[in-house]
């Protein structure tokens, strides 16, 4: 996406994210809707709603922002109310699924790598920042063992898919052991 000169953290996202077309507008008008102390984390481009946005991964909420010459839309994601995350993708392109509050919305048109990226990483804070110990479970492993045990999985997962740093990995898994 390129070097745009906004804000440190959106230019390094936006760095991340390689090149993408029609976002130049979203990317600069980002700041006027992110929240006081709100962080990106990672961006895509995406087709919500109709219309080809910017797709913005805070530490807040999940973000898909169109800033048109006639309208804006903005919808968000707080992270708290996201129950789970759905990346299917074909050979350039994929969908971003994202389920909170019972509804599910389908970010369309996102590219691959981007796009694996950014569920990843969503899938990854969610597992974090899931600490509530489930009933108990079926089998004779404790319910708070078997959450402990999905989440380092699922952090393995995400650092051999090249989605978190090996910092990131040792620190969330860190995080993880010391939630038992």
């Given at each position: 996406m390129g070097k745009y000169n906004v804000r440190p953290d959106i230019d390094a996202a936006a760095e991340k994210a390689g090149p993408a077309i029609g976002s130049r507008r979203e990317i600069e008008n980002l700041p006027s809707v992110l929240w006081?102390?709100?962080?990106?984390?990672?961006?895509?481009?995406?087709?919500?709603g109709?219309?080809?946005?910017?797709?913005?991964?805070?530490?807040?909420?999940?973000?898909?922002?169109?800033h048109g010459m006639m309208s804006q839309k903005l919808e968000d994601f707080p992270l708290i109310n996201v129950s789970?995350?759905?990346?299917?993708?074909?050979?350039?392109?994929?969908?971003?699924?994202?389920?909170s509050s019972g509804n599910r919305a389908d970010i369309k048109s996102v590219a691959k790598a981007p796009?694996?990226?950014?569920?990843?990483?969503l899938r990854m804070l969610l597992a974090t920042a899931n600490t509530q110990v489930a009933p108990p479970?079926?089998?004779?492993?404790?319910?708070g063992a078997q959450d402990v045990a999905?989440?380092?999985?699922?952090?393995?997962?995400?650092?051999v898919a090249g989605a978190i740093t090996d910092t990131e990995y040792q620190e969330h898994r860190t995080a993880i052991l010391n939630s038992i």
């Amino acid at each position: 996406m390129g070097k745009y000169n906004v804000r440190p953290d959106i230019d390094a996202a936006a760095e991340k994210a390689g090149p993408a077309i029609g976002s130049r507008r979203e990317i600069e008008n980002l700041p006027s809707v992110l929240w006081a102390g709100e962080q990106v984390d990672m961006l895509a481009s995406g087709i919500y709603g109709g219309g080809n946005g910017l797709v913005a991964l805070t530490n807040m909420r999940l973000v898909f922002f169109r800033h048109g010459m006639m309208s804006q839309k903005l919808e968000d994601f707080p992270l708290i109310n996201v129950s789970s995350v759905q990346w299917s993708a074909g050979i350039l392109m994929g969908t971003l699924s994202v389920f909170s509050s019972g509804n599910r919305a389908d970010i369309k048109s996102v590219a691959k790598a981007p796009g694996e990226a950014l569920s990843g990483r969503l899938r990854m804070l969610l597992a974090t920042a899931n600490t509530q110990v489930a009933p108990p479970a079926w089998g004779g492993m404790p319910a708070g063992a078997q959450d402990v045990a999905s989440r380092l999985a699922t952090l393995d997962q995400l650092r051999v898919a090249g989605a978190i740093t090996d910092t990131e990995y040792q620190e969330h898994r860190t995080a993880i052991l010391n939630s038992i």
